[in-house]
């Protein structure tokens, strides 16, 4: 199976945005530390980083940053 880079970015910011809003909640219902919640949601943000950084070579740097090279504007 082969999903292109564009997807997968789409995926990870989904992915991203769904930890940011649900993780807080977990922590606050004591299903999560904070610890964890902030390293999971730090982690996913590398990834997105990840994903930008090499989307430039693949020809959809355009499509996939609308102008914002960091996870920080997911």
């Given amino acids: 199976m082969t ?4 997807e997968q970015i789409k995926c990870v910011r989904r992915e991203l945005n769904y930890r940011k ?3 807080p909640k977990q922590v606050e219902k004591g299903k999560m530390d904070q610890f964890r919640a ?3 949601i730090n982690t996913m943000a ?11 070579t693949t020809g959809l740097f ?3 940053n609308d102008g914002d ?6």
Wanted: aromatic share 6%.
């Fill in 46 to 56: 590398a990834v997105l980083e990840t994903l930008l950084k090499i989307a430039p």
């Fill in 62 to 64: 355009a499509n996939v």
């Fill in 69 to 74: 090279t960091s996870a920080k504007g997911v």
């Fill in 3 to 6: 999903v292109d880079i564009e």
């Fill in 38 to 40: 902030e390293k999971e």
């Fill in 21 to 23: 809003y649900v993780y």
